[in-house]
């Protein structure tokens, strides 16, 4: 905890104080999850029109990818569900674990 009592990287707690300061932010969250995923269902990250962001969706597998379409979102004014996944075969290879698929619902919010 901080010594304002927040969590260290608590997308939810950036996202509010981003909202504050007037900044365009969305929010992305794991909704579902299929094999093996590293972040589980309700995952947060919050990210700003200009490509700040906190929190994580993936571990980092999936970040750069939902960042742009969230920078996307918050241009359009749409959400959008994304979905990623790999198989086992190609998990081998790539040096993962194991495959898994993740959906990710990404909302862009006004302040």
């Known amino acids: ?3 304002d009592g927040q969590r260290p990287d608590d997308p939810l707690a950036d996202l509010e104080r981003w ?10 969250t794991v909704v579902a999850t299929w094999g093996s995923s ?3 269902v309700g995952s947060h990250m919050a990210i700003t029109a ?10 980092g597998c999936i970040e750069g990818a939902v960042i742009a379409a969230a920078r ?23 040096g993962l674990a194991c495959g898994g698929r993740v959906q990710v619902f990404v909302d862009p919010l006004t302040p």
């Open 72 to 94: 996307e979102s918050l241009a359009n004014g749409q959400s959008k569900l994304l979905e990623y996944g790999v198989s086992n075969e190609m998990a081998w290879e790539v």
């Open 38 to 40: 590293p972040r589980p």
């Open 1 to 3: 905890m901080t010594s």
């Open 50 to 59: 200009s490509g700040d962001f906190t929190g994580s969706v993936s571990g």
């Open 19 to 28: 909202m504050a300061q007037g900044q365009r932010v969305a929010l992305a």
